[in-house]
């Protein structure tokens, strides 16, 4: 990022686009590939020091790499040079470029760019170009596709000889990345998936390509031992690409967000949330729901440091209003005329943009309060079909639950729901989520009404973003918890947060049990808790595949071949996951299939039958993890028997 400080410089690099980075590793030769990876390490401790232009890195007293950035971020070659004899083919230049964060696709910052500076006018015409682009594949790409009708009129799509090529080179890519596993993908492997990526945008598969590009920056922060990394959350990557890659339709799916004029929009401030990336961006995006009960989003990101989230929370709402996103957030509204709005809900600010600001509403009120009328189960369920839906179909806000509850002595009841854990959604001590939500645990008692992101993985917890409570002068108050640092001020004592308002309708208990059932593995087919009761832990088994699953991305096939053994499958059956246990079997396999030929001699490796096998218990574990944590969330029919 271009620094402001050498205190900020001096911890951080901007970041580097995929592009600079994998061709930073081909000037390299033979000799010094091998050791890009102990340089890379060594990188981390190399000062990093504000320059004119861009920062400097010390690597010795008569050594350094400069940076140059250009809006905030390392966007060719030539930006980034060595002062060592051996330059641009040198180690210190590979190992800084390929240590530095990866910037965001070079598609999407463009595409920020032309929304700024063009009216509305010439982005309706962008949008018509963005819909032929997404029906032909666009003028002057060399993997446009074009549908050729069956004798049924569906429209097939076919792959150019360039695109197959370059799905190709995906596949090679990912399935050598799995079978390394985080553990032993190093560098190289890394720049193989960003050259695979490059050459995937190249041919029009923006959709594949933004995905590698993706997984190239989770084993980033994997390497960087980065605390927002989850693993989970990588296996969900490479489950996604090895998908793509066997369906060329799907692949072919445009990833361009374009955004398009839209008539005078109404807004209702709903909260806002910092975002903190691990590739160097920071900001905050306010979400808004629309009259016609959709939500929007406008956002400030750009690259900097977790400081930055703060400051770009107080960033104006485009149109020259003078209302800031966080203001706008915490029950503001605002009308936007020729606003642009793109498929999934973010708002731009092009040029024609103006806004005014207008009454909101509060969390109670009409149109808010719709919200938090669906059962949680049902928003539950709607969550996880928004999580499995392609990232360039999904809407803005899909994921947020809306909860009514109480603060117990073993968690949140959830009113019509199960009792929850409430966890903080990123644990950097520059966001004060944790805090916050420790403040909430020593209130029992205490009725709230929240905003929070499902845990697809954990049916005992969500991921708490914004929250409300009856304050001392019997007024709502309203906290953004990753941006406000509450204290105890804030929040009633004890006995008055028990009259703080009934977010439990009335007549249901609170649970006094644990916050996750205990006792012996649930069947396959779960009943759900009782009203107010704590939802039924999923089978441990479920649990253990799903480690196995991610143990394989962690220690590549290797690891799964050691570490293999008939119980899992055995305990899968028991419990009635028949088809777990055959995926798990097949997966053992796989990884340890090292068959001789008629000579006895060992007969290579298939990287390929290993990655289907895995990529067949991945998209098992998912569907059955939904499938049950719906079951946990639903309410448990009355007992008419007692009648």
Same mark, same amino acid.
């Given at each position: 990022?271009?620094?402001?400080?050498?205190?900020?410089?001096?911890?951080? &690099?901007?970041?580097?686009?995929?592009?600079?980075? @994998?061709?930073?590793?081909?000037?390299?030769?033979?000799?010094?590939?091998?050791?890009?990876?102990?340089?890379?390490?060594?990188?981390?401790?190399?000062?990093?020091?504000?320059?004119?232009?861009?920062?400097?890195?010390?690597?010795?007293?008569?050594?350094?790499?400069?940076?140059?950035?250009?809006?905030?971020?390392?966007?060719?070659?030539?930006?980034?040079?060595?002062?060592?004899? $051996?330059?641009?083919?040198?180690?210190?230049?590979?190992?800084?470029?390929?240590?530095?964060?990866?910037?965001? +696709?070079?598609?999407?910052?463009?595409?920020?760019?032309?929304?700024?500076?063009?009216?509305?006018?010439?982005?309706?015409?962008?949008?018509?170009?963005?819909?032929?682009?997404?029906?032909?594949?666009?003028?002057?790409?060399?993997?446009?596709?074009?549908?050729?009708?069956?004798?049924? %009129?569906?429209? /097939?799509?076919?792959?150019?000889?360039?695109?197959?090529?370059?799905?190709?080179?995906?596949?090679?890519?990912?399935?050598?990345?799995?079978?390394?596993?985080?553990?032993?993908?190093?560098?190289?492997?890394?720049?193989?998936?960003?050259?695979?990526?490059?050459?995937?945008?190249?041919?029009?598969?923006?959709?594949?390509?933004?995905?590698?590009?993706?997984?190239?920056?989770?084993?980033?922060?994997?390497?960087?031992?980065?605390?927002?990394?989850?693993?989970?959350?990588?296996?969900? +990557?490479?489950?996604?690409?090895?998908?793509?890659?066997?369906?060329?339709?799907?692949?072919?799916?445009?990833?361009?967000?374009? *955004?398009?004029? /839209?008539?005078?929009?109404?807004? *209702?401030?709903?909260?806002?949330?910092?975002?903190?990336?691990?590739?160097?961006?920071?900001?905050?995006?306010?979400?808004?729901?629309?009259?016609?009960?959709?939500?929007?989003?406008?956002?400030?990101?750009?690259?900097?440091?977790?400081?930055?989230? $703060?400051?770009?929370?107080?960033?104006?709402?485009?149109?020259?209003?003078?209302?800031?996103?966080?203001?706008?957030?915490?029950?503001?509204?605002?009308?936007?005329?020729?606003?642009?709005?793109?498929?999934?809900?973010?708002?731009?600010?092009?040029?024609?943009?103006?806004?005014?600001?207008?009454?909101?509403?509060?969390?109670?009120?009409?149109?808010?309060?719709? $919200?938090?009328?669906?059962?949680?189960?049902?928003? !539950?369920?709607?969550?996880?079909?928004?999580?499995?839906?392609?990232?360039?179909?999904?809407?803005?806000?899909?994921?947020?639950?809306?909860?009514?509850?109480?603060?117990?002595?073993?968690?949140?009841?959830?009113? @019509?729901?199960?009792? !929850?854990?409430?966890?903080?959604?990123? /644990?950097?001590?520059? !966001?004060?989520?944790?805090?916050? $939500?420790? &403040?909430?645990?020593?209130?029992?008692?205490?009725?709230?009404?929240?905003?929070?992101?499902?845990?697809?993985?954990?049916?005992?917890?969500?991921?708490?973003?914004?929250?409300?409570?009856?304050?001392?002068?019997?007024?709502?108050?309203?906290?953004?918890?990753?941006?406000?640092?509450?204290?105890?001020?804030?929040?009633?004592?004890?006995?008055?947060?028990?009259?703080?308002?009934?977010?439990?309708?009335?007549?249901?208990?609170?649970?006094?049990?644990?916050?996750?059932?205990?006792?012996?593995?649930?069947?396959?087919?779960?009943? %759900?808790?009782?009203?107010?009761?704590?939802?039924?832990?999923?089978?441990?088994?479920?649990?253990?595949?799903?480690?196995?699953?991610?143990?394989?991305?962690?220690?590549?096939?290797?690891?799964?071949?050691?570490?293999?053994?008939?119980?899992?499958?055995?305990?899968?059956?028991?419990?009635?996951?028949?088809?777990?246990?055959?995926?798990? +079997?097949?997966?053992?396999?796989?990884?340890?299939?090292?068959?001789?030929?008629?000579?006895?001699?060992? &007969?290579?490796?298939?990287?390929?039958?290993?990655? !289907?096998?895995?990529?067949?218990?991945?998209? *098992?574990?998912?569907?059955?993890?939904?499938?049950?944590?719906?079951?946990?969330?639903?309410?448990?029919?009355?007992?008419?028997?007692?009648?």
């Amino acid at each position: 990022m271009t620094t402001d400080s050498a205190a900020d410089s001096a911890t951080v &690099l901007p970041p580097v686009t995929a592009e600079v980075a @994998a061709g930073a590793l081909d000037l390299l030769p033979a000799r010094l590939r091998k050791r890009v990876d102990g340089a890379v390490a060594k990188a981390a401790g190399w000062p990093v020091e504000a320059a004119e232009d861009g920062v400097l890195v010390r690597v010795a007293e008569d050594t350094a790499v400069t940076l140059r950035v250009t809006a905030g971020i390392v966007a060719a070659p030539e930006d980034a040079v060595c002062s060592c004899l $051996l330059a641009p083919a040198c180690l210190h230049r590979a190992a800084v470029l390929s240590f530095a964060p990866l910037a965001v +696709e070079q598609e999407e910052a463009e595409a920020q760019e032309e929304k700024k500076e063009e009216t509305a006018g010439e982005e309706g015409k962008a949008g018509e170009r963005g819909e032929r682009r997404e029906t032909a594949g666009g003028p002057g790409e060399a993997g446009a596709a074009a549908p050729a009708s069956t004798a049924g %009129g569906a429209a /097939e799509l076919a792959l150019t000889p360039a695109q197959s090529k370059a799905l190709d080179a995906l596949r090679e890519a990912v399935t050598a990345v799995l079978v390394a596993g985080v553990s032993g993908s190093g560098v190289v492997h890394r720049a193989e998936l960003l050259h695979a990526a490059h050459s995937a945008r190249l041919a029009g598969l923006y959709r594949p390509a933004g995905t590698a590009v993706r997984i190239a920056r989770l084993l980033g922060e994997a390497r960087s031992d980065d605390p927002g990394f989850r693993l989970s959350g990588l296996s969900g +990557e490479l489950a996604e690409l090895l998908d793509l890659v066997r369906r060329p339709a799907a692949a072919l799916s445009p990833a361009r967000r374009d *955004y398009r004029p /839209e008539g005078p929009l109404r807004l *209702y401030g709903l909260f806002t949330e910092p975002v903190v990336t691990a590739s160097g961006y920071a900001g905050a995006t306010v979400y808004a729901l629309a009259p016609d009960g959709t939500l929007r989003t406008l956002s400030d990101v750009a690259p900097g440091g977790p400081e930055r989230a $703060l400051q770009a929370s107080g960033s104006p709402v485009p149109g020259g209003c003078a209302l800031g996103l966080r203001e706008l957030g915490d029950g503001g509204g605002v009308i936007l005329t020729a606003p642009t709005v793109s498929p999934d809900g973010r708002i731009g600010g092009g040029g024609a943009v103006r806004s005014v600001r207008a009454a909101g509403a509060g969390w109670r009120e009409a149109p808010l309060a719709a $919200l938090w009328e669906r059962p949680p189960a049902e928003q !539950l369920a709607s969550a996880l079909a928004w999580l499995s839906e392609p990232a360039e179909a999904r809407g803005a806000g899909g994921d947020l639950l809306f909860l009514d509850g109480v603060v117990t002595g073993t968690g949140f009841a959830v009113a @019509a729901g199960p009792t !929850l854990r409430l966890a903080a959604p990123d /644990e950097r001590p520059e !966001l004060p989520y944790a805090e916050n $939500l420790a &403040l909430f645990a020593g209130r029992r008692g205490l009725a709230l009404r929240l905003i929070a992101r499902v845990v697809p993985d954990r049916p005992d917890r969500v991921r708490v973003l914004a929250a409300s409570w009856t304050g001392h002068d019997g007024e709502p108050v309203r906290a953004d918890l990753g941006l406000r640092l509450l204290n105890r001020s804030h929040i009633p004592a004890e006995r008055a947060g028990r009259a703080a308002g009934p977010a439990v309708p009335s007549g249901q208990a609170v649970a006094s049990g644990p916050a996750v059932a205990s006792g012996p593995a649930v069947p396959a087919v779960a009943s %759900g808790p009782a009203e107010g009761g704590a939802p039924p832990a999923l089978p441990i088994e479920l649990d253990l595949l799903r480690r196995t699953v991610d143990r394989a991305v962690a220690g590549g096939r290797a690891v799964t071949a050691a570490s293999a053994d008939d119980e899992l499958p055995r305990r899968l059956r028991a419990v009635g996951l028949t088809t777990g246990a055959r995926r798990v +079997e097949a997966l053992t396999e796989a990884a340890a299939d090292r068959r001789h030929d008629v000579l006895g001699r060992l &007969l290579p490796a298939d990287p390929g039958g290993f990655a !289907l096998a895995w990529l067949s218990a991945a998209v *098992y574990a998912s569907a059955a993890t939904e499938s049950l944590l719906v079951a946990a969330w639903t309410p448990a029919p009355p007992d008419i028997s007692a009648n």
